[in-house]
């Protein structure tokens, strides 16, 4: 088993549910803040380094309410987008693994914010915006074949959509300011550190689902000893994995170290 496998097993239980909900709620609060006066958010909730020195800790967490736009129509729409991609990979995913992606964003906007300030003397207001476009990059490499309608009218693959934002963030790299620079590298860093270190960068697309099965045709039928109840994996499939029954299902039912929390119990 993998150290993040072996971490995971240990504090999957801890993990947040429906992690997405709350982050709508801090994005929402923050296009009425917007509306009423945006001056309170800087003023009182932004990500300012020196103040969080000075004992206003509460902005390490506040600076997140913050709203895709001032624009109600397009606030809307990105919430829903945002919910929906999320809650998509935390149900994918599972609980913990969208949880540590999550926060590992938000520990990254929170360490540009201060290599901007100790390292160039910059105070800048970090935003959520890499960290929403974060959710969206992750969904297009799970499901790179996901089509998405743009404006309702234009159909584009989400590994298209994905590409389309990597050459406009890699452009901006180029072209931008030392805070557009490091603002990006740490979110491409953050974004590549989770992938690897839990190995799900082969995304889960329909022509992977049959090369799996055509595979398993071929190969001598032989005893499974583990088997999870909700994904069907075996260990077998998962070497590295561990299997275990849950006590509160109504029966014998086993579940892989991904699923043993987050799976709906059997009554």
């Known amino acids: ?26 994005y929402a609060i923050g296009f009425v803040m917007s509306i009423v006066n945006i001056q309170i958010y800087y003023e009182y909730l932004a990500l300012d380094v020196p103040k969080v020195l000075h004992g206003q800790i509460w902005r390490l967490i506040t600076w997140m309410i913050y709203p895709p736009s001032n624009n109600i129509l397009f606030s809307a729409l990105m919430l829903w ?31 540009a914010a201060f290599i901007l300030y100790f390292g160039f003397g910059l105070r800048y207001a970090i935003t959520p915006d890499n960290l929403n476009m974060s959710i969206l990059l992750a969904f297009a490499l799970t499901f790179p074949d996901m089509e998405f309608f743009i404006y309702f009218v234009l159909r584009i693959k989400a590994k298209y959509l994905a590409l389309f934002y990597i050459v406009i963030g890699l ?97």
């Open 171 to 267: 452009y901006n790299f180029i072209r931008g300011n030392q805070v557009t620079r490091v603002t990006l590298f740490l979110s491409g860093l953050n974004f590549i550190i989770f992938f690897v270190m839990t190995k799900m960068w082969r995304g889960i697309t329909p022509k992977r689902v049959v090369q799996k099965e055509n595979k398993t045709k071929i190969k001598v039928p032989s005893r499974t000893v583990h088997k999870c109840a909700v994904c069907g994996r075996t260990e077998k499939d998962m070497p590295d994995m561990e299997f275990r029954y849950c006590s509160k299902c109504n029966g014998n039912y086993e579940y892989c170290a991904e699923h043993l929390y987050t799976h709906k119990h059997i009554e």
């Open 81 to 111: 987008m945002y919910f929906s991609l999320g809650n998509t990979l935390e149900n994918i995913w599972g609980a913990f693994r969208f949880n540590v992606f999550m926060l590992m964003g938000v520990f990254f906007h929170i360490l």
């Open 1 to 26: 088993m993998s150290f993040f496998n072996k971490f995971e097993h240990k504090f999957s239980k801890y993990a947040i549910h429906n992690l997405m909900y709350y982050f709508v709620v801090l």
